[in-house]
């Protein structure tokens, strides 16, 4: 079993709608990113958590510790925002603090 | 503020070879990380450099090395290559890896392609 899940594996949905995805993790961390991938590999780094809410414009990712789970919303959904969304966890643990990613999730927004 | 770096952008190697990558950070930028993306693996974490010295290390064979210079400048030697080899590998700087400082900043990869 992968230390990092992703749901859904693909997301097909119209321009305006509410999108979340969701990460499911099973090891200690000390954060948690979400990572935008475009087509032609070029990777932002959208948040880092390690608790609580945070927001950006239409983007708002949670993460409740006690339940090793996170979720990214986007409100409003606009084609621009189709790509490949990856949850990534750091781990907790001196000397393996490594950065273990979900297998993404690949959005796409019809106009 | 000049983004991540890396050179060359793309390349073609054949099996048996080694190859050298490099990244420059971000300015200030103390911590690089390096991760390659492959359709059938994902990204998967290589390496960690903070302050020159290597913190963590993924499961890579040893013809993975890397190393990181005084100006923290990055790079990554891949020897003895193989097929597997070819993947996109990305480099990623932070101030350092700490809780409110570890946002990373990627940059656009290098391409390498083993034939």
């Known amino acids: 079993k992968n230390e990092v899940e992703q749901s859904p594996q693909n997301l097909t949905a119209q321009e305006g709608e509410f999108i979340t995805i969701n990460c499911s993790y099973s090891?200690?961390?000390?954060?948690l990113h979400w990572l935008q991938q475009h087509p032609g590999g070029g990777i932002v780094s959208l948040f880092m958590?390690?608790?609580?809410?945070k927001k950006h414009g239409r983007l708002i990712a949670t993460i409740n510790i006690q339940e090793k789970h996170s979720s990214l919303h986007i409100t409003a959904s606009h084609p621009r925002d189709s790509a490949v969304y990856i949850c990534?966890?750091?781990?907790w643990g001196r000397g393996n603090e490594k950065l273990t990613f979900g297998t993404g999730t690949r959005l796409t927004i019809i106009p | 503020k000049a983004g991540v770096t890396q050179t060359p952008r793309y390349l073609i190697k054949t099996r048996g070879q080694q190859v050298t990558l490099s990244c420059s950070p971000i300015?200030?930028?103390?911590?690089v990380s390096w991760y390659q993306q492959t359709p059938g693996q994902g990204l998967q974490f290589l390496f960690e450099?903070?302050?020159?010295?290597?913190?963590n290390k993924g499961n890579f064979p040893g013809r993975f090395s890397g190393r990181q210079f005084s100006n923290s400048r990055s790079e990554m030697n891949v020897s003895t290559l193989e097929l597997g080899d070819s993947a996109l590998y990305l480099c990623?700087?932070?101030?350092?890896?700490?809780?409110?400082?570890?946002?990373?900043?990627f940059g656009e990869g290098s391409r390498l392609t083993v034939l």
């Open positions: 450099y903070f302050s020159e010295t290597q913190r």
């Open positions: 090891v200690g961390i000390s954060a």
């Open positions: 990623a700087s932070s101030l350092d890896p700490g809780m409110n400082t570890g946002e990373l900043f």
């Open positions: 300015s200030g930028h103390r911590s």
């Open positions: 958590l390690s608790s609580g809410k």
């Open positions: 990534a966890v750091r781990l």
